[in-house]
């Protein structure tokens, strides 16, 4: 019996000792090394006194948890970093590479990417310049993170703050290969990304397919990033290049409180660039942005939003767009499939878009679009001597269906409030616009008719009614002021509707007859009391 209880004992008493001992283990080591011009690789690196010289150093040098890299601020370097399997790889304790001492350091890449982080994660990224400009950064991004794995994992966390790059194909590229997933926790913050040739920003993975889709990047943010003249490529005759900030083949995605500008002016390619957009992507909201003069050499896009082909389950909301050669907001898909359904377009404001293509629009709806509510916005275009429609609805492929424009505050300047082309209008719904010509004479282009007056368009289609009785008005906004150029609040404030405005409180309740959510607050921030008035911003309490 001793025997048989020793041997059931001794392996609990074996267990609680290793759970002791686990315990009180101690944490990793985490190491912080340091590079200045004035360093040697020769030591340790442990400190600004022994710091290295070269990233070179650093490159070769394999990182675990936790530790970091700084280079010391407001000194040059010039080579590159390169992050692989062995480096990094713990979400929980990142490597970080920042700066120490004043000001921010600048690599000047060579060879390619300034930083690439390739099949690893657990990487943050801090408060550096990264310059390219030399053949050998034409092909890369400044910062390029890069999965080609096949065993189906996300790598997960990479964090880059406080950067400026340029000089290179894209500012800050994303990618995962052709059968490869991709990252997953990626946030980006506060970066200006300006001068690379093709993109301020982009994110891409392997081809979508409609009948089995998925998406290579998760839980992508993209917060306070400026990405601008970001021109694109001229000798690109087959894609578009130039954007500002592009998510592609993301599931749950963020792009807020960003701006985009004075992007795409040397793209020619028969698709063009656009300020902020996504596509073959779900779940991904763009909130509180600002995109402006952004163009095209050629003549496609140059706009300012865009939920492009094969987005699904997505929402625009609270941006403001405006001077871009293009669509302020385009929802398109020219592929045969049900893929671009779902999305939500609310409290925007475009001023004077599609400035150099009137075949674009305000809100321009075109394509394959399925299932999309377009609702309290507010879209003016002045008359300033080109004549693009305030909303186009455009049919080709699968054309559009269910698709639902409610409670829009649409102006314009001599030139049509709503085009809607022929075949394109049969499963699509207006109900509760205000609809006013400022100066010129008021017209609607519905289905190959031109109509006059609302009363008039309201009885020969069916259009502006909620089942017996009458909806939508064509009244004066009365605006708060004339001037509505300066800076984006400026020009927000410019295209708020006085407190006398006839259409204070008369817009459809959605809530209540159509259990639509719209939220809680306009474009603005201020609080939607009851019904709310038609446009993204509600009259001063």
Known sequence: MLVLALAVFLPLVAHVLELRSNRGAAPPVIHTYHLSPTGDDALD?????????????????????????????????????????????????????????????????????????????GVEIRDLVIVGGGADNRTTGGIELYSDLTDGRQLDHVDISGVEVSGFKNGIQIAAGPRSTGFRGVRIRAANLHGNTENGLISFGPRFDAAAPRYAHEDVVVSQVEAHHNPGDPTNHFSNTGSGIALGSVRGGRIERSSAHDNGSSAAAPEGPVGIWTWDSTAVVMERNVSFRNHTAGQKDGGGFDMDQNVSSSVLQYNLSYDNDGAGYLLYSGQSNAAHTDNVVRFNISLNDARKLPEYAGIHLAGSVNNAEVYHNTVVMEARGWAPAAIRLQKFFGGLSNVVLRNNLIVSGGTNLVIADKFSTANVLLQGNNFFTESGTWAVSW?????????????????????????????????????????PAQRAEALTPRRDSPLAGRALNLRALFDVDPGPVDFLGRPLVRAGTVGAIQPAA
């Open 45 to 121: 690196g442990s400190s600004p006194a022994t710091a290295w010289r070269s990233l070179d150093k650093a490159a070769a040098f394999a990182f675990k948890p936790g530790d970091k890299l700084l280079l010391e601020g407001g000194v040059h370097f010039r080579g590159s970093l390169t992050f692989g399997p062995g480096d990094a790889g713990d979400a929980a304790n990142p490597v970080v590479v920042g700066t120490y001492g004043a000001g921010r350091a600048t690599i000047e890449a060579v060879g390619g990417a300034g930083i690439r982080v390739h099949n690893t994660a």
């Open 447 to 487: 289905a190959g008719a031109s109509y006059a007056n609302l009363e008039d368009w309201r009885a020969a289609t069916g259009q502006e009614r909620l089942g017996a009785k009458v909806s939508g008005s064509s009244a004066d906004p009365r605006f708060g002021r004339a001037n509505r150029s300066g800076s």
